[in-house]
């Protein structure tokens, strides 16, 4: 993807998925799929965005030893009304990464 070219990644998140109520939710609103880009950047650069301390430590061992990695970020008010946060995984194979709102879980 061209768009995450310039982005540092700190390790492989395989193929780049999206649910299909995120996919819908960028082609409405251009904003949001900015946002999704910029999840994406922050997800493989090993900035794990909003999620809990413990969940941030689990993060950083998996790193090492290739468990699963889960980033969570916040959806700026007003960019996104139906949802208030969006999740990033890459799976613990490295084969992919899907990006889903919680509730899609």
């Given at each position: 993807?061209?768009?995450?070219?310039?982005?540092?990644?700190?390790?492989?998140?395989?193929?780049?998925?999206?649910?299909?109520?995120?996919?819908?939710?960028?082609?409405?609103?251009?904003?949001?799929?900015?946002?999704?880009?910029q999840?994406?950047?922050?997800?493989?650069?090993?900035?794990?965005?909003?999620?809990?301390?413990?969940?941030?430590?689990?993060?950083?061992?998996?790193?090492?030893?290739?468990?699963?990695?889960?980033?969570?970020?916040?959806?700026?008010?007003?960019?996104?009304?139906?949802?208030?946060?969006?999740?990033?995984?890459?799976?613990?194979?490295?084969?992919?990464?899907?990006?889903?709102?919680?509730?899609?879980y």
């Amino acid at each position: 993807m061209a768009f995450l070219s310039d982005s540092v990644s700190v390790f492989e998140t395989g193929s780049l998925f999206m649910t299909s109520a995120i996919f819908g939710a960028t082609l409405e609103h251009r904003p949001f799929a900015s946002f999704i880009r910029q999840c994406i950047a922050r997800h493989q650069s090993g900035d794990w965005g909003d999620c809990c301390p413990e969940d941030a430590a689990l993060n950083d061992a998996a790193l090492l030893d290739g468990r699963r990695v889960f980033s969570v970020y916040h959806i700026p008010s007003g960019l996104y009304t139906l949802e208030s946060r969006v999740w990033v995984i890459t799976e613990s194979s490295r084969e992919y990464t899907t990006v889903l709102f919680p509730s899609e879980y």
